[in-house]
DNA sequence: GATGTACATTGATGTATGTTAAGAAAGAAT
DNA sequence: ATTCTTTCTTAACATACATCAATGTACATC
């Protein structure tokens, strides 16, 4: 097992060292998913966190009449979850699926707190978590609120270079909250002012 | 200095006794603003949370061309900051000012630190809200997503009746992410339908 | 190579929401 | 009470975005 992906997120992110990482491999479970399988169902309590060590995920809501709305996308070395589900112990609404082969990592509660015994640092990583994640999704709110379609699929690009490229475009406009005919609208009009991303 | 609401919540929510409770009382620092006063603006680190023992918040963003977006409300019993800029102790992009003259408690770090050594409860329930204001933002986003005003402004009232009932309705249309006209005609075909909300 | 499936684009049209402007209603100030 | 200011509503018009339907394109599968 090599998980690369993972034990350099633990290194530098979760600052533990190399000696800490050997002694937390026992408890280290991974699953992998192939396309289109999921993670989480709405109805189920979600009780892991998935860090994705190869491949790519998406977290989404289905309304009354059927229709998804992308919350979040995940790929390589991103977190991804409904806490609050595992943290109140109730039924997730939402949904994770696999938009690629994906392999992750489960982090359950149990292993959070026998890593954050080994190396007490990990409880700060985990709280910086909650906080950056806070902020993002106030920017998210925010361009929401605030910003034209055309806006927020700029600040899409900018913000998941690589998730542009491996998505298709469907899920994009349902991540930015419009269609997919317009999205293609919003395209051709950045083409026109000789736009160019890359 | 009463504080009736503060100390309710730290009795009731953050399981504090009434000995505890004595023992912060030096800690406390309370605020007064007018309304319109500014306790946050944007380029500003954010190095308190604001508890509000009497009155109302609000909590927004300004885009470019200088539109207001409401992110929050907070009324009584309410917490309300960008915690992110104190966290990362980086100037906050976010205005709160007083919609009603309001009393607040200031929380800064210090403070939380010096409550959770007299009851390490105190940490547990600061997790706690992280956790729930994660869980409303998502279904924020949700909702932005995947809803319509008209929908939208249901979910509004009936999340906030008190809010509902305080503020003007051009907020109200900030905060859901329409013209305040358009909030008008959305109450005109409610009431249309013979919507009673109360 | 032929067929099928998923996805992207385009055009015609409809609808929700934005814009502008005016007036009505409600509050605050004098 | 009178005036001033803010808020709310309404209407006419404009625009962004949705919907529906058709076509194009890439790819898988057979």
Redesign the interface.
Known sequence: MELANFKTYFLEQCELSKDEIEQIDHLIITKTVSKGEFLLKQGEVCNHSFFVEKGLLRFY?L?EEG?E???QFASENWIVS???SA??QQPST?YIDAIEPTTVVLISEDFINQVANINPNFRAHN??L??????S??K???L????SAKTRYLDFIKTYPDVTLRVPQWMIA??L?VTPESLSRVRKSLAKENFKPY
């Open positions: 809501a309304n229709k709305s992308i919350l409904d806490r609050g943290y109140f939402y709280e910086r909650l906080q950056n994640h806070i902020r999704l106030y998210r709110v925010s929401l609120l605030g910003a349902s991540y909250g």
